[in-house]
């Protein structure tokens, strides 16, 4: 962490008190966790904040601290673009690219409020004027902490805002399995568990409340994976049809991909998910097992990015056209994937 930019985010925050806390679009724990910490912490130390989210966040969220008080763009147009403009800070969390939030990008762009990013993607875009970009932790949260606790406002943490940060660390490391847990971050998980986050609550709420829908949306694509062994690669699809009889609601297909990588050997796995809003638009997700970088096949074919070890995307469909891109672009990769 550079000393340099907190001291930058202590003159902002001296100066400025009408504050807005943005997430990406389709907000996952990490987004949803960071930001309300961010806006509980802020109104503490006597701001007047509020988070605006580009869309709603799935059902599994909705019990978070602070949840309630979420502005929608889609739905509350009128009311964020006042709050913008009359805004003095924005801080822009677990995005690091104007894109991931459609619409909001315009209007934020046009505010003469200091913008600050708070992120831990690949890449990050030339849009705010204080940038705490950092890759190489494992979520928005953990990063969140360290600033906070660099201010030196770790005290103000109370039980709410502790639930938040250990809800994006948990959700970003897949439940601390992935490589970017470090001790630290397990350092952290401790003070936010002295502060008053109830670990196996907080684990049961985000996965251990589904309801039917998702369990037959998961079996639904399961039955449509498929191999490309001499690649070490599966790939999954979800059919609007199916998504429909299923019942599906937003949410109820995260996770879903990181099955592929539970089959041995497997170091790529992608699925494809038919948007039910949008005609011929296909959302898909990327994971990795190693050095396969999703990250960059994202950004190179599906006009996306995210991080080395999981990535999203989208594309334009048909759902047969972008799976048969995919196989076809999927075989310039075979010295990597075939170790
Ligand atoms: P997921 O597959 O869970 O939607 O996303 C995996 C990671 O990739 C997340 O960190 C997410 O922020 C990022 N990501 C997902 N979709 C997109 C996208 O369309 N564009 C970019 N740049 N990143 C994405
Ligand atoms: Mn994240």
Redesign the pocket.
Known sequence: MEMKNINILEDYLSIHKNIVVIP?TSP?GDAIGSCLALVQLLNKLGHNTNMISPNEAPYFLKWTPGFKNIIYYDSENEKCSSLINNSELIFTL??N?L??IGDLGKVIKQSSSKIIMIDH?QNPKDYADLIFSEPSTGSTCELLYEIIASLGYEKKIDTNIASCLYLGIMTDTGSFQYSNVTQRTHQIISKLIKLGAIQNEIHNKVYNESSISRLKVLGSALKNLRLIKELNTVFMFLKKEDLKKFDFKKGDS?GI?NYGLSLKNIIFSVIFIEDLEEENKIKI??RSQGEFSCNKF?NTHF?????IN?????DNGPLNDTINKFKKVIYSYKKQLNK
Not at 303 to 307: C, D, L, P, S, T
Not at 310 to 314: F, H, K, L, N
Request: glycine share 22%; no cysteine.
């Open positions: 990406h996952d677990d995005f690219d894109k991931r993607h995260e991909v997700s990327f994202a006009n996306g990015g995210g991080h999981a990535a999203g995307g989208v």
